[in-house]
């Protein structure tokens, strides 16, 4: 059974960077679809951006394209999302997550993530 660790959450001014990182334990780490998700409160969880099982495709919400960056690193079993040019509307508590049954492109849909972590605060003051 695979688990998530994360951290590097933390309070930052509008435009600063912050870089969340997600530990994953188990063997098997280079197979999934690996995904960020965020809720803000009063709203729903949302996949912000996601990577492929081996690191060569990545999708991003547009509300953070061209600003957060994932990444992955097989060998150490980590994800990680860099996350640049933030806004106040990106505060929000950030979830590291796996889909460990994906196939082809299926590692960009919400509903094929399975295992979670247990979330890092991300607050960014104005």
């Known amino acids: 059974q695979v688990q998530l660790v994360e951290s590097g959450g933390g309070l930052v001014q509008a435009g600063g960077s912050l870089r969340l990182s997600c530990a994953a334990s188990g063997r098997t780490f280079s197979r999934y679809g690996m995904g960020w998700f965020r809720q803000a409160p009063g709203k729903e969880r949302e996949l912000i951006a996601a990577?492929?099982?081996?690191?060569?495709?990545?999708y991003y919400k547009d509300s953070v394209k061209g600003r957060f960056t994932i990444s992955r690193d097989n060998a150490k079993s980590t994800v990680s999302l860099q996350m640049n040019s933030l806004k106040p509307e990106d505060t929000a508590v950030y979830y590291c997550a796996a889909a460990r049954q994906t196939f082809g492109s299926t590692w960009r849909l919400t509903g094929m993530y399975d295992v979670w972590g247990q979330g890092t605060q991300v607050t960014v003051s104005s």
């Open positions: 990577i492929s099982w081996s690191g060569d495709s990545t």
